[in-house]
C-alpha cells in the first residue's frame, strides 16, 4: 500500500466532516437572518401604526378616542368597584 492509500480513510471523513460543518452553519445563518427579519417586520408595523395614529384621518381619530376611552375606564371602574364591593 502506497501511502495515499492509507491516508484516503482520513481524507474522506475530513471532506464528510466539513460538509457537514457547513451545513451547520448555514442553518446557524439562516436562523439569525430570519430573527432578524421577524425584528424588522416587527418595527414596521409599529412604525406604520404610530404614524397612521399621529396623522388627521380616520385610523388616527379612531385611535385618540380609544385611548380616551381606555383612560375614563381606568378612572371609572375603581370607584364603581369600592362601591359595589363595599356597599
Known sequence: MTRMENLQPDLDEQARQDAVYQAAMSSINASKR??????YAV?????????????????????????????????????????WVLL
Not at 430570519?34 to 425584528?39: A, L, P, V, W
Not at 385618540?64 to 378612572?75: D, E, N, T, V
Open 34 to 39: 430570519k430573527t432578524e427579519r421577524n425584528g
Open 43 to 83: 418595527m414596521s408595523s409599529v412604525m406604520g401604526y404610530g404614524e397612521g395614529a399621529l396623522g388627521d384621518g380616520l385610523f388616527a381619530k379612531t385611535s385618540h378616542a380609544a385611548k380616551l376611552f381606555m383612560i375614563a375606564f381606568g378612572c371609572a371602574v375603581p370607584p364603581f368597584l369600592v362601591w
